[in-house]
């Protein structure tokens, strides 16, 4: 390392390098990668548990087309068209 003298630390300037960040903790342990608990996040929410929801999110909406499709089949059999008197008409 080079060596400063005394006067040339107050023309010193601290300067920033690299970007910012912060660390959400998940949970700290008291060992290295095991032991007692010590914290816990309750607001964390893994990302497996975010897709999982967003898939039964998209599975639910298949359903409710499934679904309504069966009600307007259902609907047009207790329903149907009487004949049509001028249908031939034009033939």
Same mark, same amino acid.
């Given at each position: 390392m080079d060596k400063v003298d005394k006067g040339?630390?107050? !023309?010193?300037?601290l300067v $920033?390098?690299?970007?910012?960040?912060c660390l959400n903790p998940i949970k700290i342990f008291g060992? +290295?990668? +095991?032991?007692p608990?010590?914290?816990e996040n309750p607001y964390y929410v893994s990302p497996n548990q975010i897709r999982a929801l967003e898939k039964? !999110? !998209?599975a639910g909406k298949y359903a409710k087309k499934v679904k309504a !499709?069966?009600?307007r089949k259902m609907h047009e059999m207790e329903n149907t068209l $009487?004949?049509? $008197?001028f249908a031939g008409l034009w033939k």
């Open positions: 040339g630390l107050h !023309k010193m300037t $920033e390098v690299g970007p910012r960040f060992g +290295s990668f +095991s032991g608990t010590l914290y039964r !999110k !998209k !499709k069966g009600r $009487e004949p049509d $008197e």
